[in-house]
C-alpha cells in the first residue's frame, strides 16, 4: 500500500523534504560559485564552518557547483590555496499554519525550504577577497496525509515540525459570510 502511494507521489510531482532543500541549497550555491569562477581561480578548497547537520549536503552541491564553473576543488590544506569558506545560516525544511483549500476543501500544509548561507573567499594569504549572502527559498503544499512520506527517515534536521492549528476554519467563512449578508440586508431595507 504504501509502495503505490509513494508511486502516486512520484507521478504528482511532491519533491520529499530532502529534494526541496537540495533545490534550495542548488539555487543559493549557483550565484556564489558564479562569483568565485569570475575571480580567476582555478583551484580552492572548500571548508564548512559551523555544526549544522546539513554540512555534508551544502559540500557536496558546492563542489558540484565550483566544477560546473571550472573550478576545481582541492582536498588539500596547503598553505598556498584559496580557501573558500561556507557557513550555513538557515538550511532545513519548516510547516506554516494548515489550511483549507475551499470552504468545505480538503487540509493543505504548506512547505517551506530555505537555504541561507555566508560565503568568505580568503586568498592564499589570508586575504578575505569576496564575502556573499545567498539565499533561495523552495515551496510546495501537501496534504497531511503525504507529510510522513515526504519527510526523510534518516535525516532528521530536514523535517520540519507540523502544527496541529488549522487557519480558515469553515466557522470563519460563515460568520463573515452571515455579517455581510445581513449589512446588506440593512442596507438595502433602510432604502424602503
Known sequence: MITVFMLGLVL???MTNMDMVETA?????????????????????LSIQGEHEGGWL??????????ATGV?????REENMWVLNIRPM?????YAQTRRSWVLGGRQVPRIASCEISAALVDPDGNVI?????GAVVESTVSPSEVVVLESSTEKWV????SDEES??????????????ALVYLFYSSRN
Do not use: Y
Request: aromatic content about 0%.
Open 58 to 67: 551544502l559540500e557536496q552541491i558546492a563542489t558540484s557547483a565550483l566544477s
Open 12 to 14: 504528482a510531482g511532491s
Open 25 to 45: 541549497v542548488i539555487d543559493a550555491m549557483g550565484p556564489v560559485a558564479e562569483q568565485v569562477s569570475a575571480q580567476g581561480i582555478e583551484s580552492v578548497t
Open 130 to 134: 569576496l564575502t556573499t549572502r545567498e
Open 90 to 94: 538557515e538550511l532545513g525544511v519548516r
Open 168 to 181: 480558515g476554519n469553515i466557522l470563519e467563512p460563515l460568520v463573515v459570510t452571515g455579517v455581510v449578508t
Open 159 to 162: 523535517n520540519g515540525e507540523l
Open 72 to 76: 576545481t576543488v582541492s582536498n588539500s
